[in-house]
């Protein structure tokens, strides 16, 4: 029998990489892509490695207060992402875990899983029982909010920059008419045969957003993201019944349990869990046998790197969001070929950090 490897350390580096398309969603501007890199590093040499989006950068040194507070507690155990769980959870129950503890507690579970997959010497798909077919992906690095004379160029540059059939513009300005405006200019450029997508960023009322989903609903969209409240269940239900055009959310979603408290309330046709938000690894392994048993097209949200592994293993797989916010910092990115992402071939999760880069964008 193998025994297996044992946590030496888990180290969490705060980062902020400088965007190639700054974001300005319905909800608010990101000045650069907040990261912290994780590192757990195992008695016989292995490092695991995962990201976190810390969304702002105030938020970096909490996550890597949380990373560090959870070496300490994982220290000379076992890598063994169910037990590491059970432990983290036992000892954080009083404190709870959604928010900045539970982004934490994934960034070390997905560098677990790592580990596992180096130690057999196998991709992350692999694994896991799936193989390494090419993942189909949509260009979601870049339509965000900026004026509608500007998006037809970025739609084209974006399709470019992988052979991609499908892209996703954000929506939910102030003025309604502007967003059709939006949509038109970019469906005149491109043509019927790429996918587009919207995304509201919850920007929008449950009333607005019929109104404005109605507005939208002869154009051709692929899906319509996040009008309301991502919590707003009863609300969701009520657009998904209203329009025509189906309804994405599920980027927020906390854990298992709030998945099934959206599906059961019809919140929306389609769902896209976040790996941090989920529970890493293991969480997205669960919400995917979940989606499964409601017939539920299943995409990613973020973290492409480790969701083109797992949508190798989800039964309702339906789109990867592609997003080059890590390209800058690791060593080989993650490469898309028509329009799909091409999992490494490599042992693991297949991130491993260009070290020059890091060091430029590390915060002191
Ligand atoms: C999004 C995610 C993270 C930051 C800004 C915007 C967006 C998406 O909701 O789905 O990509
Ligand atoms: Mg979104």
Known sequence: MTTAPTIRSIRARPVQVPFKRPPLSASGALPSAALVLVDLETREGLTGRSYLFAFAPWALEPIVGCVEAMSDILM???VAPFAIEAKLRKQLTLLDTPGLVGLAL??????????????????LAKLLGGELKPIRAYNSCGLWIQPVERLADEAEALIAEGGFSAIKLRVGRDDPAQD???VRAVKKRVGETITLMVDYNQRLTVNEAIVRGRMLDGEGLYWIEEPVRHDDYAGCARIAAELRTPLQTGENLVDTFELINALEARAMDYVMPDLQRIGGVTGWLRAAAITQAYGMETSSHLFPEYSAHL???????????YMDWATAIVAEPLQIEDGHAVIPDRPGSGITWNEDAVKRYAVK
């Open 76 to 78: 000379g155990g076992a």
């Open 311 to 321: 949508l190798a293993v989800t039964p309702t797989s339906h789109w990867l969001e």
């Open 180 to 182: 059709l405006a939006a």
């Open 106 to 123: 994934a960034g070390v579970d997905m560098c677990a899983w790592d580990v596992l997959a180096q130690a057999a010497g196998l991709p």
